[in-house]
């Protein structure tokens, strides 16, 4: 079966401080994992995808992931916490090019 | 810009009533997909479609219908079946191998 699991439905970070939003998965094939981001009201935008070419994937907007085999995870981090960075986020997987399983989502808040 | 143009951006149903909320896209897609998005929860896939005049059920299709005639186009029709409708709809589609690209959404309401 495969499942996707977003640790933390809510997070709130400061301005300036660093943001990890937490994802783990389980899938019978290589998963193929993605990290989408959704602003009010509207879709979903690419963050970033593993390939499985590196374990560390840079995405848009200064987030990265890596992608840890061992813990069944894929953890989305950020340095440095922008206001416009607050939104929800999404986790998903595609596993051998089925259809997508998402997270439930983790909504981030940024205060000044 | 290429991309996925969905309309209209808020819906309302009146009971009994039959809707169509329209999806296009011009980057050249063969898959299609419809989503819905329920506060708090991820996405739940309606139906898809991966070439023009075939489609198959995701896994909440009951009380809607779709149609693929045309490659840039994938229409989903919320029917009166559908007891629940009120949901935020999203349509994407990929390429093969490729991330799914998502439109802006339809808001449906039910009056």
């Known amino acids: 079966a495969q499942s996707v699991t977003q640790l933390d439905s809510h997070v709130s970070v400061s301005e300036g401080t660093p943001v990890l939003l937490r994802c783990n998965y389980s899938?019978?094939?290589?998963?193929?994992l993605f990290w989408y981001v959704q602003h009010p009201n509207k879709g979903l935008q690419l963050l970033l995808k593993?390939?499985?070419?590196?374990?560390l994937v840079k995405g848009i907007n200064g987030f990265e992931a890596e992608f840890k085999k061992s813990e069944t995870s894929f953890h989305l981090t950020k340095p440095s916490a922008h206001m416009s960075d607050a939104a929800e986020y999404f986790c998903?997987?595609?596993?051998?090019?089925?259809?997508?399983?998402f997270g439930s989502g983790t909504r981030l808040q940024v205060q000044p | 810009d290429g991309g996925i143009t969905q309309s209209p951006k808020y819906l309302f149903r009146k009971e009994g009533q039959n809707v169509t909320l329209s999806c296009e896209q011009n980057?050249?897609?063969?898959?299609m997909y419809w989503y819905r998005q329920d506060p708090g929860q991820g996405l739940r896939l309606i139906y898809y479609?991966?070439?023009?005049?075939?489609?198959q059920k995701g896994d909440i299709a009951e009380g809607y219908s779709v149609s693929r005639e045309k490659k840039e186009s994938f229409p989903l029709t919320v029917t009166s079946a559908q007891k629940n409708p009120t949901a935020f709809y999203l349509c994407?589609?990929?390429?093969?191998?490729?991330?799914?690209?998502f439109g802006d959404g339809t808001r449906l309401s039910i009056l």
């Open positions: 980057l050249n897609h063969d898959a």
């Open positions: 994407a589609s990929s390429s093969q191998g490729q991330p799914q690209h």
């Open positions: 899938s019978s094939y290589s998963p193929s």
């Open positions: 593993y390939t499985s070419a590196a374990t």
């Open positions: 479609s991966q070439i023009v005049n075939d489609f």
């Open positions: 998903v997987n595609q596993p051998g090019r089925r259809a997508l399983t």
